[in-house]
């Protein structure tokens, strides 16, 4: 609902005090989405990838980039990438958007520790500029002042599950939690 994909059961979804039905066009432009596949054609490099969205959101491709690590690998096909790099880009494509609003689906997803470190400076560097991220997440992210919102019979995240020390989960210290 809240990419105006589809419309609520009852009430309306408002921004600005505006329902988002009533201009779904207008609301595409403020939601920046990262599923849970990166969406890159394999034959396209990086860059190309990132051409098909730079031009709507009219966002600078080198900082894109930069901001996730990418550069170097800017003219490689997105067939020859980790899955780590292919998430990174898919990251960069948030980036490009320039939109207020991200949803974020499990951003950490197949990236490494120094990766994860980018991603969260992402997300500050966006929130301190105004805009707002929701993100789905069964790894903390290196994030300050954030609301958590935990669903039924997941764990909490102030129940510190995880090892500090590595970021690395620890499910066998949380009942029932899986791996």
Known sequence: MLAGLR?????????????????????????????????????LSVVENLHLFARAGG????AALKAVDLLPLADL?????????????ALARVLLAQAP??????????LDANAIVLLGKA??????????????????LPLEDVRHLALPGAPDPADR???????????????????
């Open 77 to 89: 096909p997105a067939r020859l990438l980790s899955a780590g790099q292919k998430r990174r880009a």
């Open 123 to 140: 997300i500050a560097r966006h929130r301190a500029a105004g805009g707002v991220v929701i993100a789905t997440t069964h790894v903390p």
């Open 7 to 43: 419309r609520p059961d009852g009430g309306a979804l408002l921004w600005d005090g505006v329902p988002i039905a009533e201009d779904r066009t207008a609301h595409a432009t403020r939601v920046a989405y990262l599923g849970h596949q990166d969406a890159l054609k394999p034959s």
């Open 161 to 179: 599950w995880w090892d500090e020390e590595s970021s690395a989960l620890s499910p066998s210290d949380h009942e029932g939690a899986s791996a």
């Open 101 to 110: 609003l991200w949803l974020l689906d499990e951003p950490s997803l197949g």
């Open 59 to 62: 966002g600078d491709m080198t």
